[in-house]
Nanobody, 122 residues
């Protein structure tokens, strides 16, 4: 059974930083793409960042230069990925979801975590 668990969300002041973590397990073949999506109140869910095995990345225009998705790390049965968020803005406030896919894709939607709240406010 595939399981994705996020951690690291919280309340941060504008221009601050947070690092989200995602631990994924349950894929016998391993995940070839990991990503982060977010959903703000009243808005559609959007892709924030994705990374494929081999290094290719994809970022939303609104976060380029501020957010960084880490390389995909594998340790036995667990796959880990991080989202480093710098220079946070109030408009970054949302629930952030870790996602994964067995495919090589820039839009990994096959598996989802439960989400972690990020609130940017003074």
């Amino acid at each position: 059974q595939v399981q994705l668990v996020e951690s690291g969300g919280g309340l941060v002041q504008p221009r601050g930083s947070l690092r989200l973590s995602c631990a994924a397990s349950g894929s016998t073949g391993g995940f070839n793409t990991m990503g982060w999506y977010r959903q703000a109140p009243g808005k559609e869910r959007e892709l924030v960042a994705a990374r494929r095995s081999g290094g290719t990345t994809n970022y939303a225009t609104s976060v380029k230069g501020r957010f960084t998705i880490s390389p995909i790390s594998r340790d036995n049965a667990k796959t880990t990925v991080y989202l480093q968020m710098n220079a946070l803005k109030p408009e970054d406030t949302a629930v952030y979801y870790c996602t994964a896919s067995n495919l090589f894709t820039m839009d990994p939607r096959d598996y989802w975590g439960q989400g972690t709240q990020v609130t940017v406010s003074s």
